[in-house]
């Protein structure tokens, strides 16, 4: 496990993105779209890490309800996992709680859960796994 990332809930990304780039001194390596999360995001590479920022779409977004309740600032931190599935079965185990049951397609091509920020200290976490894109040859693999 490692920090994969940490997100940041900003009111406007095209200026955020020239407040980091300036900060950093290099640009986002790429900006997406979340529709599922009411989301446009942006990255930064940093070494093993990134940095994530995260502005709202429309006002009913988890973003623009933290923006509207906290302001910008630190949102989540996300730690990549090799296994989601195993993870998720081993923290509810520990007691943690899950806000979505299951995993879903989130940003930078991962498969993505968060855990209650009442069971983590106040703090919001993700846990991300790199989605492995399924090949023709995958699938006849498991059919023989």
Excluded: W
């Amino acid at each position: 496990m490692k920090v994969e990332h940490i997100g940041i809930a900003v009111e406007e990304l095209e200026s955020s993105n020239r407040l980091f780039e300036k900060l950093l001194g290099f640009p986002p390596y790429k900006e997406e779209s979340v529709d599922s999360e009411g989301v446009i995001t942006s990255f930064f590479k940093l070494g093993d890490s990134k940095l994530e920022l995260l502005q709202a779409t429309h006002a009913d977004s988890p973003i623009a309800k933290f923006l509207n309740k906290r302001k910008e600032g630190i949102h989540h931190v996300a730690f990549e996992v090799e296994d989601i599935s195993s993870e998720i079965i081993r923290l509810e185990k520990e007691g943690f709680k899950l806000i979505t049951p299951t995993p879903k397609r989130g940003a930078d091509n991962k498969l993505v859960v968060f855990l209650h920020p009442g069971t983590t200290n106040g703090v919001l976490v993700e846990l991300c796994q790199e989605i492995k894109e399924t090949t023709e040859n995958d699938k006849e693999n498991r059919n023989q």
